[in-house]
């Protein structure tokens, strides 16, 4: 079983990017938990982490037909991208949106998502651990 793991423009920076906002966790660390707690349930978990509108849906079109679940911060591309919210809604996976911070206690244009009502659900503001969470929910439905 195979659930994807897919960080958005930017994250790539975590760790050095607006710590006090984003905290000091590496994208590379994250993945590695998400790895390692995937393992213990005998699940793969595939990351990837683009700059790129195209490249994330590239490899959505690629990657999501067969997955179990897909784990996504879209990064900015959250409050705008229609291009990466159609590429996910042609899946049928369940999807969590994950967000490190609480993106409704910060400036309005985060307060939107263009992929919350595609999504079958969101974290939002439990820091690196909502990946985890979101993980644990996943495995909890493919159980
Ligand atoms: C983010 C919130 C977005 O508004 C922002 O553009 C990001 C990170 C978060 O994880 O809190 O890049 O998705």
Redesign the pocket.
Known sequence: MKILAIH????NLLGQREPGI?GTITLDQINQSLRERAAAAGVTVVPFQSNHEGALIDFLQAEGLDAAGIII????L??YSLALRDALASLHAPIVE????N?YK?EPF?HTSVIAPIATGQI?GLGWRGYLLALEWLLSIEG
């Open positions: 958005g423009p930017n994250l984003y911060n879209p990064g900015a959250t409050h994950v967000h490190i911070s993106v910060r985060r939002a």
